[in-house]
């Protein structure tokens, strides 16, 4: 455990996202169904639309076309609504819609740029850059009754934005998080890679992308996060 103090960096945002897919109305079971009966009975033309009819009574007006293809198609003879489509400049029209799949998980990311002046300073901004990447990384105990073949879960961040000598609660709460990306340039001005006598970087740049732990709700979100 430990507790870091940094800068408000650029950039601070928060993005929320929602799950939503898109998907045709299911009539694979029809379908399936269907095929196997023509392939039994070796229907063709009028036959096969009957057939058709009869396994998918239970489907709605705008299935009937992705049905009968489906249909066809599985039968060995072709799509005859594309076909058929192609020649008309038309398309089938499958009536998708949206389903809700859950909310997303929130990332945060950070950028923090350090010039050290003396040894002591040099000393804390290598301190904070190994705090952030032992913590992220899982722990791997050989002594244990697995014998090493387990991971030990990675520390958990607690990230709260400050203002003097509080909380801002201007600002959106953050939950617990877990640090997926740490990455630390030492050249972050570009050109050649400088240090001082003692060959410690003159300029360091790290760039932090953390995920919270637990999705959000209508109640974490009257709660401030």
């Known amino acids: 455990s430990g507790a870091i103090?940094?800068?408000?960096?650029?950039?601070i945002k928060v993005s929320y996202s929602a799950g939503w897919g898109a998907d045709d109305t299911n009539v694979s079971g029809d379908v399936a169904q269907a095929i196997t009966s023509v392939k039994e009975k070796g229907l063709t033309g009028l036959e096969l639309v009957n057939e058709a009819r009869r396994h998918g009574s239970g489907i709605v007006?705008?299935?009937?076309?992705?049905?009968?293809s489906?249909?066809?198609e599985g039968a060995g003879m072709g799509d005859w609504m594309k076909l058929l489509g192609k020649?008309?400049?038309?398309?089938?029209?499958?009536?998708?819609?949206?389903?809700?799949?859950?909310p997303g998980f929130r990332e945060f990311t950070y950028s923090f740029k350090f010039w050290p002046?003396?040894?002591?300073?040099?000393k804390r901004i290598q301190d904070i850059i190994m705090m952030f990447k032992y913590h992220m990384h899982p722990g791997r105990d050989k002594q244990a009754w697995h014998k090493g073949r387990m991971f030990d879960y990675p520390s958990e961040f607690?990230?709260?934005y400050l203002h003097r000598t509080g909380i801002n609660?201007?600002?959106n709460k953050i939950s617990r998080c877990a640090l997926k990306n740490c990455a630390v340039d030492y050249t972050p001005e570009g050109g050649n890679f400088k240090?001082?006598?003692?060959?410690?970087?003159?300029?360091?740049?790290v760039d932090l992308t953390f995920a919270e732990l637990e999705y959000m709700t209508k109640d974490k979100i009257k709660d401030g996060f």
Do not use: C
């Open 5 to 11: 103090a940094l800068y408000m960096p650029p950039g």
């Open 195 to 205: 240090t001082f006598e003692d060959h410690t970087p003159v300029s360091y740049k």
């Open 87 to 102: 020649g008309w400049g038309m398309a089938i029209n499958n009536h998708k819609e949206m389903f809700y799949e859950g």
């Open 61 to 68: 007006a705008h299935q009937a076309k992705q049905f009968l």
């Open 70 to 72: 489906a249909l066809t």
């Open 117 to 122: 002046r003396n040894d002591d300073e040099t």
């Open 169 to 171: 609660t201007s600002l």
């Open 158 to 160: 607690e990230i709260h």
